[in-house]
């Protein structure tokens, strides 16, 4: 499982192009949305972001799963245009607290008081939408989180596996 999205911002350290961001020039980036390349695009703490279409769709044609950090807008945006085709599930994931979320911004080291001021206030209002996705869960140990999210993956495939059988039995 993997995410990756197309960017206008600058690679922090140790981020490479290809990785989990295509580093763009913001030309390319309204090339790729102007031809329809982008499932989603949202401009997020001042830069633009977008999901490439066809690496999305053909991993998942391959049977794949592919996981999308997304914020809220662009949850949307997926969610409408794959609609039940591709059997979106969503999860939010949750900061223990704000103290908490802004001592992790700091403690990273990359953006400036200003950029966490203004993460930590969207973060603030995006909360506010967690109850429209299908499971939320709280960061508060990282390995932990992933096991959570591993787990209601697995459950929401078993659900549809058994779901399937069941139509198919009828």
């Known amino acids: ?3 990756i999205s197309a960017t206008t911002r600058s690679p922090r350290v140790g981020e490479k192009s ?28 001042e ?32 969610v409408k245009s794959m609609g039940e085709k591709y059997r979106v599930i969503t999860i939010f994931v949750i900061p223990p607290s704000m103290k908490i979320l802004r001592e ?22 995006e909360i506010k939408a967690a109850k429209l996705y299908d499971f939320t869960v709280m960061n508060q140990n990282l390995e932990q989180t992933v096991l959570d999210i591993e787990d209601f993956i697995e459950k929401k495939a078993k659900q549809r596996r058994e779901n399937s059988h069941a139509l ?3």
């Open 18 to 45: 290809g990785g989990d961001y295509f580093f763009v020039t913001e030309p390319v980036f309204s090339e790729m949305e102007k031809n329809g390349e982008l499932l989603e695009t949202a401009k997020v703490h």
């Open 104 to 125: 992790r911004l700091e403690g990273r080291k990359t953006e400036t008081p200003e950029e966490i001021e203004r993460r930590v206030s969207i973060a603030q209002e």
């Open 168 to 170: 198919r039995s009828t």
């Open 1 to 3: 499982m993997r995410s």
């Open 47 to 78: 830069q633009m972001y977008g999901t490439p279409k066809n690496y999305v769709i053909d991993n998942l044609d391959k049977g794949k799963k592919v996981i999308l950090a997304i914020d809220v807008q662009g949850m949307k945006k997926i």
